[in-house]
T-cell receptor
Framework: DTGVSQDPRHKITKRGQNVTFRCDPISEHNRLYWYRQTLGQGPEFLTYFQNEAQLEKSRLLSDRFSAERPKGSFSTLEIQRTEQGDSAMYLC??????????????FGPGTRLTVL | QQPVQSPQAVILREGEDAVINCSSSKALYSVHWYRQKHGEAPVFLMILLKGGEQKGHDKISASFNEKKQQSSLYLTASQLSYSGTYFCGSNNAGNMLTFGGGTRLMVKP
């Protein structure tokens, strides 16, 4: 247990439905990241926050995806009008301080999304 | 563009050594190494920074060649617990990590 929690752990939904995932980072960490991982691949960066500010988004992130971190603590990732291609493991990670290059990221257990 | 890892898969007997390589087509500012077991989250192993600084576990070593834009992870006297998929993440002076496709390591008794 790294101290990063995610909820739910599993989500099965029908195509076209909206889903929302939650991530609670390690409390003193001010950076929070979202990744997507498909079977047999490495995590793929989606977006990250420093405190409540969303500082970067992947070009791969379609406008159906939105993320928030309203009070600089927990974060939510929402996918609207889900498609079968959205099926993946969604990982959240947090790190301490700015300067990502020198600070390790601690990953949560992930939310596995299955879109039928 | 994601870094390229080699080999894609390794099978070892307990006690044997292995080297996992990670190559980037872009200049590397730092390299992060993680291990992921099936169904679990990636676990941090090591960071190697431009300039030679390293942060990580005592039992794992790694190298970082800035000129060649490569990093290698050295697993010595492997144990059953080393089994899993190893990912390198490259930081190319931006604010995100780009992960390689992974190296699957299996250690057998």
């Amino acid at each position: 247990d790294t101290g990063v929690s995610q909820d739910p752990r599993h989500k099965i939904t029908k195509r076209g439905q909206n889903v929302t995932f939650r991530c609670d980072p390690i409390s003193e960490h001010n950076r929070l990241y979202w990744y997507r991982q498909t079977l047999g691949q490495g995590p793929e960066f989606l977006t990250y926050f420093q405190n409540e500010a969303q500082l970067e988004k992947s070009r791969l992130l379609s406008d159906r995806f939105s993320a928030e971190r309203p009070k600089g603590s927990f974060s939510t990732l929402e996918i609207q009008r889900t498609e079968q291609g959205d099926s993946a493991m969604y990982l959240c990670a947090s790190s301490l301080r700015a300067g990502m290059s020198s600070n390790e990221q601690f990953f949560g257990p992930g939310t596995r999304l299955t879109v039928l | 563009q994601q870094p390229v890892q080699s080999p894609q898969a390794v099978i070892l007997r307990e006690g044997e050594d292995a080297v996992i390589n990670c190559s980037s087509s872009k200049a590397l500012y730092s390299v992060h190494w993680y291990r992921q077991k099936h169904g679990e989250a990636p676990v941090f192993l090591m960071i190697l920074l431009k300039g030679g600084e390293q942060k990580g576990h005592d039992k794992i070593s790694a190298s970082f060649n800035e000129k060649k834009q490569q990093s290698s992870l050295y697993l010595t006297a492997s144990q059953l617990s080393y089994s899993g998929t190893y990912f390198c993440g490259s930081n190319n002076a931006g604010n995100m990590l780009t992960f390689g496709g992974g190296t699957r390591l299996m250690v057998k008794p």
